[in-house]
């Protein structure tokens, strides 16, 4: 009978464990951004998430950057039908943009200054943090033109391939310092949003 | 005598005229929609046992992208994708079996060619899949590219056109290589994986099922390189137009949805929108549904239960399958792929 009391406790517990931490793995956005937390570098991508050498037609030359938010995909043409490609996390709904930029700057493990309208949403962000391992920036950082926006590494190997930053593409540490080396600054970056119905 | 004469010749060409009718009508079947319809489902012929593309299990439900393909039909006429029946064909038997009007479709990874259409009264309305021969190697070899093979040792099957393409894209390219071929593909595939040869070659989607049959398949990479034309295709019969242009408007109503950005799960706020080309697809606006024979809301009825191009793409073959096989050609002409569908207007 006690068994039975208990069995019946452990599975409310359980249900509620489960609704409270469902929503926050379902809906992403949730989670935030979570400085100074080290990176688990053991995380392994889902396999089209792993960088990797696909077909992929341009007119675009090669050399160019095309981020596809709704793929989450990052492809850095190569020319003849081909790109390499990387997983990538995306801005969150409300926070994924399109255009056509270039990279204005690189920086190695950057220092973190979030801009004032992400301090005004999650005022719990530091104002200042130096770059390292557990910056949410990553080991690399490449400036999109005059915007806020960056193509950066993570602390969050795990989020590659959600929805959940503010506006910025993600790549995980590894990526992220391939990627750095083969693209000066100048390179051409063209964001594609799925279409608006 | 005169009026006698004329008599004759009108009763001879109206003769004439009605035998040829009949002829006609035996040869050429005009009404695959009609009995369909009275049916009450859509006969579809498709492969055996193809993962990924054809499959059924052990409950006897068959599931894949052909399979899907043929629902979406159903789900255009009978706005039910369960009114279609599955029926199990063989390489050999199948145009005989689509000639023969045992199956309203074929929806069995056809390879569309000049000589299937000239030869067999066939036609092929649009292409669902592009196919193409690949490689598959080690993963530690590190090559990542087709045009860095020169000098491997290459397994086969003997007499297929696999092993003549081969033939061809080496010779193009300047390179040189060792043939292993073998008759049976598991033959193939044994002695690739017990490394008696560097590379593998055949169809890719083929690849990445074998792929799977290794012993340790993430050990093992498939070039992004497709180095022949496979296009894959639904067949109809010869000049039956109208069962021609739902077939060949259900695939475009698919890869046109997925390029509009309408989904299995947003279809109702597709319902909804005042973009021109999504009301046009959705029939909130127009009678293009109507025009085909079918209803209003026929590109819904696919989409809702079936899903667009991407979806039924993913779930089957890409990402959402075991098989995990990157878009490649089959992504949207407009993101690195070449499908492309004609607009509805």
Known sequence: MIKFRQLIWITIASIGLALSVAPGFAQQPDRGDEPGMIPDDSVELAPEYQKQMVYYRSTEPAGTIIISTAERHLYLIQGNGRALRYGIGVGRD??????????????????????????????????????????????????????????????????????????????????VADLYGRVPVGTKVIIRQKPEL | MRTFRGGLLIGLVVAAAVAAAAITYERYDTKTLKRTVRRGEVLCGVNTGLPGFSIPDDKGNWSGFDVDFCRAVAAAIFDDPKKAKFIPLDANERFKELQNRKVDILSRNSTWSMSRETNYDLYFPAVAYYDGEGFMLPRAKNIDSALALDGSKVCVQDNTTTKLNLSDYFRANNMKYQEMKFEKLDDVVKAYDTGKCDVLTADASQLYALRLNLAKPGDHVILPDIISKEPLAPVVRERDDDWMLIVKWTLYAMINAEEL?????????????KKPDVMRLVGTEGTYGEDLGLTKDWAVRIIRHVGNYGEVYERNVGSGSKLGIPRGLNQLWNAGGIQYAPPIR
């Open chain 2, 261 to 273: 950005g309408i989904t299995s799960q947003n279809i109702d706020e597709a319902l909804k929108s």
């Open chain 1, 94 to 175: 409300g926070f994924q943009w399109q255009g056509m930029v270039s990279i204005t700057k690189k920086a190695e493990w950057p220092d973190w200054t979030p801009p004032p309208e992400m301090i005004a949403r999650q005022p719990y962000l530091p104002r200042f943090m130096a770059g390292g391992p557990g910056n949410p920036l990553g080991a690399r950082a490449m400036y999109l033109g005059a915007t806020v926006y960056r193509i950066h590494g993570t602390n969050q190997p795990d989020t590659i391939g959600t929805a959940i930053s503010s506006g910025c593409f993600r790549l995980v540490n590894a990526d």
